[in-house]
């Protein structure tokens, strides 16, 4: 299956600093990227989806000048949890959707365990 | 009602066992249908993706999709201790004003006893 890279793949700040989180398709372009959130035993919640070249689709209840968004280009998106709360702690996860495939099939990164001191 | 639920579990069946993992969703126009794996501490693994009737296979994996019933699930057949994880089922949807996306259920904890 197709390569989703993502970095850093864990990170500790102390509160009221920026984290970015970058996600790259490796081998193929990804016109919308997704990013997701996960606490410890609970599913993973959809925060936002991203398409090149536009503003990012919040989903309700994401604060979106608390995470940031950019996709600038078919291969990279990035995250930036800005002014982070010991809140904010969790798993983050970004997912692409390969260019033109049918079926809709997302592949993800690693993840991001972000934990805010 | 959530859009895709799951049984929580935990399921726990003995080595070389069949698991059964069961799905349903709400959103009847829902045409893909998939079943990722995850280990504790990653991310999802894709295992299984569906979108017509009916079985598919692939090697000890089957899922199988009824969309009159709005079902879909998963059989691991010859279950292996390392096929303990959280098995999330996800829909393909589209919400009112949204975009295209995945929506997980809770997912379901498989241990497989040796």
């Known amino acids: 299956g197709a390569v989703v890279s993502q970095h850093p793949s864990w990170v500790i700040c102390k509160s009221g600093t920026s984290v970015k989180i970058e996600c790259r398709s490796l081998d193929f372009q990804a016109t919308t990227m997704f990013w997701y959130r996960q606490f410890p035993k609970q599913s993973l919640m959809l925060m936002a989806t991203s398409n090149e070249g536009s503003k990012a689709t919040y989903e309700q209840g994401v604060e979106k000048d608390k995470f940031l968004i950019n996709h600038a280009s078919l291969t990279l998106s990035t995250l930036t949890v800005t002014s982070a709360h010991p809140e904010d702690s969790s798993f983050y996860i970004c997912?692409?959707?390969?260019?033109?495939?049918?079926?809709?099939?997302?592949?993800f990164g690693a993840g991001t365990r972000l934990s805010v001191l | 009602q959530k859009e895709v639920e799951q049984n929580s579990g935990p399921l726990s069946v003995p080595e070389g066992a069949i698991a059964s993992l069961n799905c349903t969703y709400s959103?009847?126009?829902?045409?893909?249908f998939f079943w990722y794996r995850q280990y504790s501490g990653k991310s999802p693994e894709l295992i299984m993706s569906?979108?017509?009737?009916g079985d598919k296979e692939d090697g000890r994996f089957t899922a199988q999709l009824n969309k009159a019933s709005q079902y879909v699930s998963l059989l691991i057949r010859d279950s292996q201790p390392s096929d303990s994880a959280t098995y999330l089922c996800a829909v393909n949807r589209r919400p009112s004003g949204s975009a295209r996306q995945l929506t997980f259920g809770s997912g379901t904890q498989l241990t497989v006893l040796p």
């Open positions: 569906i979108y017509s009737n």
């Open positions: 959103d009847r126009v829902s045409q893909s």
């Open positions: 997912s692409a959707r390969e260019l033109g495939t049918s079926g809709n099939i997302q592949y």
